[in-house]
């Protein structure tokens, strides 16, 4: 447990790095991840009910369609929401 804390947290702090450099050079790069992060919580949300990890997500998909979505994330909160399941190559 301890292990998978620590990677976790080196993780966390690894992306939040990059995406810091990223914003420096890049800034255009870091517009379109923060413009697609609707897109990537729906992919994520698709994995969960597949794995039936989801409750409820019939009513998370009518609040979508009807447009009640929270607003776009920022890439800091949207890696704070999704790090501890990306799978990072290597």
Request: charged share 40%; aromatic share 14%.
């Amino acid at each position: 447990m301890y292990w998978d804390d620590l990677f976790q947290h080196e993780r966390m702090l690894l992306k939040r790095t990059f995406l810091k450099e990223m914003s420096r050079i890049r800034p255009a790069w870091i517009e379109e991840f923060e413009r697609g992060a609707l897109k990537r919580e729906f992919v994520k949300a698709i994995g969960y009910v597949e794995d039936g990890y989801v409750v409820g997500w019939k009513d998370w998909l009518e609040s979508l369609k009807k447009g009640k979505v929270r607003e776009n994330l920022s890439a800091e909160d949207y890696q704070r929401w999704l790090i501890e399941d990306l799978d990072c190559p290597g």
